[in-house]
């Protein structure tokens, strides 16, 4: 369950609060009777990012063409294409 605490007490009262989030309880941050914030305990993320050169060694490869253009990606006739002069967005609109 989470205790509602107003604004001025968490500031007061903060090192007790957070033994108390150690403790596995939640508190509601509230100012003038609206809840604002949430005091909760934290939780690292459980997928970490492999770091750079992580996969040094491991066999993997990437198609010979991946940095030409797609020119049938716009239509011509979109409104987004670049021969309507328009700023450069990406457009999945296609004319049928």
């Known amino acids: 369950m989470q205790t509602v605490v107003n604004a001025h007490e968490a500031k ?3 090192s007790r609060l957070l033994e108390a989030v150690e403790r ?4 509601v941050i509230a100012r003038a009777g609206q809840p604002v914030a949430m ?3 934290y939780h690292p993320p459980r997928r970490k990012i492999a770091p750079p050169g992580s ?5 993997w490869w990437m ?3 991946f940095d030409e253009a797609i020119d049938d990606l716009v ?3 979109c409104p987004c294409s ?3 002069k328009t700023p450069s967005i990406v ?6």
């Not at 596995?24 to 508190?27: L, N, Q, T, V």
């Not at 996969?55 to 066999?59: A, N, R």
């Open 12 to 14: 007061t009262h903060l």
């Open 24 to 27: 596995g309880e939640e508190f």
């Open 39 to 41: 005091l909760s305990a």
């Open 55 to 59: 996969m040094e060694g491991q066999s």
């Open 63 to 65: 198609a010979d063409d």
């Open 75 to 77: 239509s011509p006739s």
């Open 82 to 84: 670049p021969t309507t």
């Open 91 to 96: 457009c999945w609109w296609r004319n049928p």
